[in-house]
């Protein structure tokens, strides 16, 4: 009896093991999720010594909500100053930034998130389903001051791209995929 439950364990196993794997949805979202660590945050390069920015700044009514404050004139003695200054308001919008971004009066702002949607689909592109290219949505949420990057979408398609191997499905980049898919046509 032990042995036929082991044989049948072994048998169960290999054919387990020989059956073509699918990405399913739920894996790809995990992987894709895990890789681009979604949710991430959007940030817009602030130059506050910059005119071009000021005029922005004060053409978004981010001056008028309190955000930020604007000198308009600047005299000699202020010129060391920036032009765009960070009220308390928009301290929970204002990301870190190193030392040299600091010099040059250069503030990181959080304009909104990146998050992941939903799976579109999933493709098989290869005829042994080793390569899948799955389509994602992700989401853009924005902010008070995602006025400072105007045209973004509030979502967008995405195309991550798979490998199967003895570990199961990877997540890889686009041109290792191509590379792979252009490897399997010269083998042909």
């Known amino acids: ?6 044989i049948a364990l072994v048998v169960l196993l290999l054919f387990i093991s020989c059956q073509k794997k699918e990405l399913d949805s739920k894996t790809a979202e ?3 999720i895990k890789k681009y660590k979604y949710p991430s945050a959007i940030d817009f390069e602030v130059f506050c010594s910059d005119p071009i920015h000021a005029r922005r700044m004060l053409e978004s009514g981010l001056e008028e909500k309190g955000l930020v404050k604007i000198m308009k ?3 000699f003695k202020d010129r060391d100053k920036p032009l765009i200054e ?6 929970n919008f204002l990301l870190e930034t190193t030392l040299e971004e600091r010099e040059y009066k250069i503030q990181k ?7 992941f949607d939903k799976i579109i689909q999933i493709a098989a592109e290869t005829n042994d389903n080793r390569i ?3 389509e994602y949505n992700v989401k853009y949420d924005m902010n008070a001051f995602g006025v400072l990057w105007p045209g ?3 979502e967008k398609k995405e195309k991550a791209y798979f490998t199967f191997s003895d570990n199961g499905w990877q997540l890889i980049e686009k041109k290792d995929a191509e590379l792979m898919m252009l490897k399997k046509i010269t083998e042909k």
């Open 73 to 75: 004139t600047r005299e």
């Open 86 to 91: 960070f009220t308390a308001l928009s301290k």
């Open 152 to 154: 973004l979408p509030a």
């Open 109 to 115: 702002v959080k304009i909104g998130t990146k998050k």
């Open 30 to 32: 995990n992987m894709i």
């Open 1 to 6: 009896m032990k042995t036929l439950l082991k």
């Open 132 to 134: 899948a290219v799955a």
